[in-house]
Each structure stands twice: as structure tokens, then as C-alpha cells.
């Protein structure tokens, strides 16, 4: 399967309510990364957290890291509709100079108003 | 700071016909990223410049695929010819050079829709 899988594919929740996201990959890395992109507008880097990090927040946003299950979650809290947006996950793999990212499908988060 | 701009926004051409995409990085961002979402596919890495050299161009699918950096400032992407399986959106990022941190952080172009008909 691929590296930077997203879980799940599509999620609709209401407004005010927590949003999470699940990534799982397959190769070690340097680091996890979650971009957002809303419809028909580039992507916008939403956190980073690199490989010996746990959790991480940024406002409204929390992203966990378990190397050990490779695998990595994003909650958003008391969600907006302004939130409405494809997520991705994309990981750096770990060694070379090389910072490329490999991503996932992404999840698609509909928030409704 | 302006971001990431790429041009055209939209491009629909013909099977066999020639398409050059541009991008123009942040000012003062050595790096510059190629990379591209197949309808229904995950973005998928093209190719890496380090200013005006190519650090890794493993992700170009084949031979039609150009891209150059002349004067490590802006970059185009030629695909010639096209082909129907190349329709897509080609987006591109920047990042600064020196020190993972500042590499590590990639900012997207809105990306250029391609469709080959």
C-alpha cells in the first residue's frame, strides 16, 4: 500500500465538533507533515513533527506521532466550516539530503454549518 | 513576502501538442519542488532543484518531462508531447537552504490544471 496513508477517506462532522485524522506510513523518517488544501487552491502547511517528537499543537490543531505503529493523527478542535478541506499527510524519509515528500491521498473534511 | 506562483492556472491541450508550466519560488528559496496529482492518486514527487542543479529527478515519469532552473530563480516544466495520462495538477514548492529546519518546510504554488484531451 502506499506511504502516508490517510484514515479516513472522507469525513463530515457539524461545526463545533473535533475533527481527527489518521496517516500511517512504511518507511522511517525524518519527519510527518500535515498540508491542507482547500478546493482548487494550493497547499498549505498546517504542522510539522519531526521523529523523536510525541505531539505537537498549533492552535486548534494537535498531531500525534507513534513511530512505533507509523502512524500519526491530526485532530482540529471545535471545527469551522472554513475548515472544510482535503487533508494530507507527507513524510520525509529519515537519512540524505533530500527533503522531498511523499504524500498520502488525503482525507476530505466537510464541516457543515 | 509574496508565495509561490505558478502559471498558468489552467492549461487543456491536445494529445501530441507541447506544454510548458511555469513556477517562480519565494525570493531567497534556493529550493525548488516539482509535483503532480494524477486525477484519483496521491501527489506524487517529480523532481528536486538545489538553485539551478537537479538534486533528485527520480519522480519524472519519462523522457517528455523537462524541467530547468536557469539562474536558480524561477523553473518550467515542459511536457512534449503530452499524453492523455498527463493530465493533472503540477504543483510546485520552495523552501529556503541551509539547516534542516528552514528545508524541511515546503510552500505550495496553487498549482496548474492540465488536461490532455
Not at chain 1, 505537537?56 to 485532530?75: A, C, F, N, P, Q
Not at chain 2, 507541447?18 to 509535483?35: A, E, F, K, M, Q
Request: proline share 3%.
Amino acid at each position: 500500500s502506499q506511504q502516508g496513508e490517510e484514515d479516513p477517506q472522507a469525513l463530515s462532522i457539524q461545526e463545533g465538533e473535533n475533527a481527527t485524522m489518521n496517516c500511517s506510513y512504511k518507511t522511517s523518517i525524518n519527519n510527518l507533515q500535515w498540508y491542507r488544501q482547500n478546493s482548487g487552491r494550493g497547499l498549505v502547511h498546517l504542522i510539522l513533527i519531526r521523529s523523536n517528537e510525541r505531539e505537537k499543537h498549533s492552535g486548534r490543531l494537535r498531531v500525534t506521532l507513534d513511530t512505533s505503529k507509523k502512524s500519526s493523527s491530526l485532530l482540529i478542535t471545535a471545527s469551522r466550516a472554513a475548515d472544510t478541506a482535503s487533508y494530507f499527510c507527507a513524510t520525509v524519509k529519515s537519512g540524505g539530503s533530500n527533503y522531498k515528500l511523499t504524500f498520502g491521498k488525503g482525507t476530505l473534511l466537510t464541516v457543515n454549518p | 513576502e509574496a508565495g509561490v506562483t505558478q502559471f498558468p492556472s489552467h492549461s487543456v491541450i491536445e494529445k501530441g501538442q507541447t506544454v510548458t508550466l511555469r513556477c517562480d519560488p519565494i525570493s531567497g528559496h534556493d529550493n525548488l519542488y516539482w509535483y503532480r496529482r494524477v486525477m484519483g492518486k496521491e501527489i506524487k514527487f517529480l523532481l528536486h532543484f538545489v538553485k539551478e542543479s537537479k538534486q533528485d529527478e527520480s519522480g519524472m515519469p519519462n523522457n517528455r518531462f523537462l524541467a530547468e532552473r536557469t539562474g536558480g530563480t524561477y523553473s518550467t516544466l515542459k511536457v512534449q508531447p503530452a499524453e492523455l495520462e498527463d493530465s493533472g495538477v503540477y504543483f510546485c514548492a520552495s523552501s529556503r537552504f541551509g539547516g534542516s529546519y528552514l528545508q524541511e518546510t515546503q510552500y505550495f504554488g496553487p498549482g496548474t490544471r492540465l488536461l490532455v484531451l
